[in-house]
Structures are given as structure tokens and as C-alpha cells.
């Protein structure tokens, strides 16, 4: 059974600092792995997808690494703005659409 | 232009109540997706339909009931509702088949509570 874990949970840095957030998922077999950013009280938004062939995508100042044989995927996010502040989640994959999801890391940029 | 809408946006009832909940894309996407989002912002799959089809049905009570009358519309349907329904409840959808290129396109979420 697949499960998908973040850390940390929350995490607060000044603005500028880049960051990483982390994702371990328990199953390499997976057909494509996604970070999602939901702002409070809205939806999600698709940030990155990187199937599973491939080994890293780049957005901007998002870069997402995937390395299926440790079971790992890290979001750096480079120059961190206020902006950015919002919780990131991670979620994997699989052929028939179902995405696992992690419980998410809660960003906060301070000014 | 909305790509995926849901209505209502809040819905507050009574325990033991029946409700829906309408999603709609406009994507021309062929498949679509119900998620709950707890209290702890946990996000778990429910259901999925693939033009009409129903191809993911998780551990879900049944009487969570989804309906697709086309491919562009996925309602959900709860029946004797309890209070550990009280969640948000997004709606989704994507090209499956596109060869895991596609992400899933969100709609905004409905808050559910039952009092």
C-alpha cells in the first residue's frame, strides 16, 4: 500500500532564504509523481509534474527532483517571496489516475 | 472561464439530511475525480469517472453515491448525512491516458459541515 510522507510539517523562513520540501513515498512503482500548492480556503494548484521517467522539472524558481529508487522527491524553491506562502503538497501517482496525497508542508515567508 | 466549478460553495445542514454536491468542467476532460479534505487538510481520493464509467471506487459508505450524467459532470450524492462528513470536498478532472503528462485541474472545494 503506497503511502506518502512530508516533512516537515511547517516551516517558516525569511524572505530570500531558498528551501526544500520533502517528500518519501513508501512504493516505486509509480506512474508519475505532482506537487500541488493550496492557499487557505481555495483549491489546489498544479506546480510540478514529473512522470516517471524523467527526473527532475523546472517552473520558474520550483525545481522538482524525483528518485524513485530511495522513494524521494524534493521541492527547492529558490528566492522565497511572501508571495509564496501556502501550504505544498505532494502526491503520487498511478496509471488509473488515483493520486496519493502527503499531509502537506505549511510555508510561511516572513517579510 | 471557470475550468472546473463546483456548487454550492459552503453548505451547512442538519445530521441525517441528504445533499448534493454538482461539479462541472470545462476542460473537455474525460475523467473526473471527488476528493475529501478532512480537518487535519488530509486529501483523500473518493471516486473517479472515466466518460461516465466508474473506474475508482475507494473505502468510501455508500451512502456516498456519485453520478455522472456526462462526461463533463460529476455530482455526489450523500445520503443520511453524519457529523464525520463535515469536510471539503473538491472535484477534479484530467485526460487520463495521456501518459501520466496531465495533472489534475481542481475546483475551488465545497465546505461541508453537518450539524
Known amino acids: 500500500k503506497q503511502e506518502v510522507t512530508q516533512i516537515p510539517a511547517a516551516l517558516s523562513v525569511p524572505e530570500g532564504e531558498n528551501l526544500v520540501l520533502n517528500c518519501s513515498f513508501t512504493d516505486s512503482a509509480i506512474y508519475n509523481l505532482q506537487w500541488f500548492r493550496q492557499d487557505p480556503g481555495k483549491g489546489l494548484t498544479s506546480l510540478l509534474l514529473?512522470?516517471?521517467?524523467?527526473r527532475e522539472q523546472t517552473s520558474g524558481r520550483l525545481n522538482a527532483s524525483l528518485d524513485k529508487s530511495s522513494g524521494r522527491s524534493t521541492l527547492y524553491i529558490a528566492a522565497s517571496q511572501p508571495g509564496d506562502s501556502a501550504t505544498y503538497l505532494c502526491a503520487v501517482g498511478s496509471n488509473t489516475g488515483k493520486l496519493i496525497f502527503g499531509q502537506g508542508t505549511t510555508l510561511q515567508v516572513k517579510p | 472561464d471557470t475550468a472546473v466549478s463546483q456548487t454550492p460553495k459552503y453548505l451547512v445542514t442538519q445530521m441525517g439530511n441528504d445533499k448534493s454536491i454538482k461539479c462541472e468542467q470545462n476542460l473537455g476532460h474525460d475523467t473526473m475525480y471527488w476528493y475529501k479534505q478532512d480537518s487535519k487538510k488530509f486529501l483523500k481520493i473518493m471516486f473517479s469517472y472515466n466518460n461516465k464509467e466508474l473506474i475508482i471506487n475507494e473505502t468510501v459508505p455508500n451512502r456516498f453515491s456519485p453520478k455522472s450524467p456526462d462526461k463533463a459532470h460529476l455530482n455526489l450524492h450523500i445520503n443520511s448525512l453524519e457529523l464525520g462528513d463535515s469536510a471539503v470536498y473538491f472535484c477534479?478532472?484530467?485526460?487520463?491516458?495521456?501518459?501520466?503528462?496531465?495533472?489534475?485541474?481542481f475546483g475551488p472545494g465545497t465546505r461541508l459541515l453537518v450539524l
Open positions: 514529473i512522470q516517471s521517467s524523467q
Open positions: 477534479a478532472s484530467n485526460p487520463l491516458g495521456a501518459g501520466g503528462k496531465e495533472t489534475q485541474y
